[in-house]
């Protein structure tokens, strides 16, 4: 559970790096430069953390398509960005992938702490 927390906070960190990239790069600022670049990194090092349990296609494919996901609608509520009827599309389609993504893996089975039976090797003498 701890690394799904994980990659939540890597996506979320993910999204304020990029927001902060926008605001820089609209005002100016040294502190948007100055926070993207925190955000980013912290993002990549959640990243490499929840890998660690999560699979990396999955998690991958969390951190990008949600992320874009939730880019996308800041630029709009924040920044004024318009959104189109393909781009909408295109959301719904990767939110889709996403969906399959996630439901298309398996988890690995457990071990049930049943001993297993023992392989016996059998050689065979030769004369």
């Given amino acids: ?45 959640l990243l490499s953390l929840s890998i660690k349990r999560v699979a990396l296609g999955v998690a991958y494919a969390l951190w990008e398509g949600v992320g874009v996901l939730l880019i996308t609608a800041f630029s709009v509520l924040l920044f004024g960005e318009e959104i189109s009827v393909v781009k909408a599309v295109g959301l719904a389609v990767l939110l889709l992938g996403i969906i399959l993504i996630k439901s298309g893996t398996q988890k690995p089975n457990k071990p049930t702490g049943k001993s297993q039976p023992k392989i016996v090797e059998k050689h065979h003498a030769t004369a």
Wanted: proline content about 0%; glycine content about 6%.
């Fill in 1 to 45: 559970m701890i690394y799904w927390l994980l990659l939540l906070m890597a996506i979320i960190t993910e999204v304020i790096g990029t927001l902060s990239m926008k605001y820089a790069s609209e005002t100016g600022s040294i502190y948007g430069h100055i926070i993207m670049y925190m955000m980013i990194t912290i993002s990549y090092l």
